[in-house]
């Protein structure tokens, strides 16, 4: 952080406290970037998903605070109205407490699961998963692989496949079984 605002090291330490205090002001940077959810919107699935893709672009960009998102024991203001935000679209769209807090942690986890998954793809644009997905097929036993190669060609080679909009169908399957328990 020093280099990238060219000062040394320890001069940072004139104005925060300790290496935690930076820590939590660069979390709580990263969850101010995030779209917070809007009270206002009639729809809390609308809400949700709004914010779950605002996250997931942000976290792409800065996919080093995973880690550290949910580490820290002294969030800033950012980080808790972002949480009690989301919380507040839950319990207001009618969850019980308890199925908030899982709601929360299932949505937090599969938003982090899939941005790191996507930093470690070895595809970056949908181009890129015609080439991976054309060379694993030429070296795969397709008689004894059957399913995958079902899979890569009948869906991941299909003409306009984009791994990306996974997200968005993956996020729409847990908004719906949310919305089944949701009373």
């Known amino acids: 952080m020093a280099q990238e605002l060219g000062v040394e090291a320890m001069s940072l330490y004139h104005?925060?406290?300790?290496?935690?205090?930076?820590?939590d002001g660069v979390v709580d940077a990263v969850f101010?970037?995030?779209?917070?959810?809007?009270?206002?919107?009639?729809?809390?699935?609308?809400?949700?998903?709004?914010?779950?893709?605002?996250?997931?672009?942000?976290?792409?960009q800065h996919s080093w605070a995973l880690g550290l998102m949910d580490s820290r024991r002294n969030p800033g203001p950012a980080t808790l109205r972002h949480h009690d935000a989301v919380l507040g679209v839950l319990r207001k769209a009618g969850f019980a407490l308890p199925m908030a807090a899982h709601a929360v942690s299932l949505i937090d986890s599969y938003i982090g699961g899939f941005v790191l998954q996507e930093a470690n793809l070895p595809m970056k644009t949908?181009?890129?998963?015609?080439?991976?997905?054309?060379?694993?097929?030429?070296?795969?036993?397709?008689?004894?692989?059957?399913?995958?190669?079902?899979?890569?060609?009948?869906?991941?080679l299909r003409p306009g496949y984009d791994y990306t909009s996974e997200f968005g169908y993956g996020l729409d399957l847990i908004l719906d079984a949310l919305e089944a328990r949701r009373r």
């Open 15 to 23: 104005h925060v406290p300790n290496k935690d205090a930076i820590l």
């Open 32 to 60: 101010a970037a995030i779209e917070l959810p809007s009270a206002e919107c009639d729809d809390w699935r609308d809400a949700i998903r709004a914010r779950a893709f605002s996250a997931r672009a942000v976290l792409s």
């Open 126 to 156: 949908p181009d890129d998963v015609g080439e991976v997905a054309g060379g694993l097929l030429e070296r795969l036993p397709v008689d004894e692989l059957p399913y995958l190669t079902e899979m890569i060609v009948d869906h991941a």
